[in-house]
Structure formats: structure tokens, C-alpha cells
């Protein structure tokens, strides 16, 4: 349990450092971060906290969907809006290309490894991903349609609200589901094999 939430917090704690690295790229953001950001232009509250806000309502929703959440899915809405807020704190905004598509690239494949961290650790999902799997749950809907159009949503309503949508929002969403399973192989936890007791 220790190595589960240990490799948990340094997930979500990953997750939050490379969210804020696509927000410092300035070139597009993963759908959800598109509306988060787009929020956090018309919010007083940081990037972080609009981050936190709406992880929270979106736990919300799981109670109609009779979701039930883990102990990661609660650690998931407090510690990556803290850990984005930290890292724009410290991290400057890309002033060249070179330092921008940097960014952009190891946000993306960091953001897989965060990604498979606390998936593999196993302590409960991440609010939104509880969303789409309960939706589909309760409706018989398939991932696709349900991820689709949940993802679409979010995107169009946070383009409109200001939210950066870029090449960055195209190389997430076509790259970050085969990166993410290319590292979770080496992060499931897998309980320990017990030795058979010898006479």
C-alpha cells in the first residue's frame, strides 16, 4: 500500500506539473485544460483552482451515476490543481519555438506517465474519468460516443470562453491514450506472490 500511494501522489503531482507545461507551450491544451483554462479567464480563481472547482462538481455527478469514488479520485481534485498552480508559479511562458514545442512534447508524454501512475496505482479513478465510465455504466452508450462527445463539449465551451486551442489539442488527443498505454504495464501494482508454506 505504501508503493500504491506513493506512486499515486507523484501521478497526480506529474499530472499537475505537465498540465501547467501545455499552459506555458501556448500551444493548445487536452480538452478538459481548454475549458479550464477558458473558466479561468473569467473567474478570479487561478488556473489551479478553476482545476480544483471543477473536479469537484464533476464528482458531483457521480452521485445520480451511482459512482463511487476512491481514495485517489478525492486526492485526484485537490493535488493536480495544486500542483499546476505551483509549476506556472515557476515556470515561464514560452518566449521562442524551440522552448514551446519543448514543452508541448514533454507536457504530452509526462503527462501519459502521470497518467499511467495513478491509474496503475489503483486507489480510484479521476473524477472526470468516473464521468464518462458512468455515464456509460447507467446509459449502455458506447466509450466512444460517451468520451466523444464529452470531450467535444468541453472543448467547444472552452474555446468560446477563451480557452487555447492549438496543435497541442490534436497531438494530446491522438497520442496521449497510446502513451499511456505504453507506460502502464510498468506502473499497474500487482500484489505481491505469496510463498506456498513449506512443511
Do not use: K
Not at 79 to 84: M, T
Not at 88 to 98: Q, Y
Request: contains cysteine; proline residues 6%; charged residues 10%.
Amino acid at each position: 500500500m505504501t508503493r500504491r500511494l506513493v506512486q499515486l501522489f507523484v501521478g497526480l503531482g506529474l499530472y499537475g506539473a505537465t498540465m501547467a507545461m501545455l499552459v506555458r507551450s501556448g500551444l493548445g491544451l487536452d480538452p478538459w485544460d481548454v475549458f479550464h483554462e477558458g473558466l479561468a479567464h473569467h473567474l478570479p480563481l487561478t488556473f489551479g483552482q478553476v482545476v480544483i472547482a471543477v473536479g469537484a462538481a464533476v464528482l458531483l455527478l457521480w452521485i445520480p451515476l451511482r459512482q463511487r469514488p476512491g481514495f485517489g479520485t478525492v486526492a485526484n481534485v485537490i493535488v493536480i490543481g495544486l500542483a499546476a498552480d505551483a509549476t506556472l508559479a515557476v515556470l515561464p511562458r514560452a518566449e521562442h519555438a524551440a522552448f514551446a514545442v519543448t514543452l508541448l512534447v514533454a507536457g504530452v508524454v509526462g503527462n501519459g506517465l502521470a497518467g499511467a501512475l495513478y491509474v496503475g496505482a489503483g486507489l480510484g479513478p479521476g473524477p472526470r474519468d468516473g464521468l464518462w465510465t458512468g455515464v456509460v455504466a447507467r446509459t449502455g452508450l458506447s466509450v466512444r460516443l460517451v468520451r466523444t462527445v464529452l470531450e467535444v463539449t468541453v472543448v467547444v465551451a472552452g474555446f468560446a470562453l477563451g480557452g487555447t486551442v492549438g496543435a497541442g489539442t490534436v497531438l494530446y488527443a491522438l497520442t496521449i491514450g497510446p502513451i499511456v498505454q505504453f507506460f502502464l504495464p510498468w506502473c499497474e501494482a500487482r500484489p505481491r506472490a505469496v510463498a506456498p508454506a513449506t512443511s
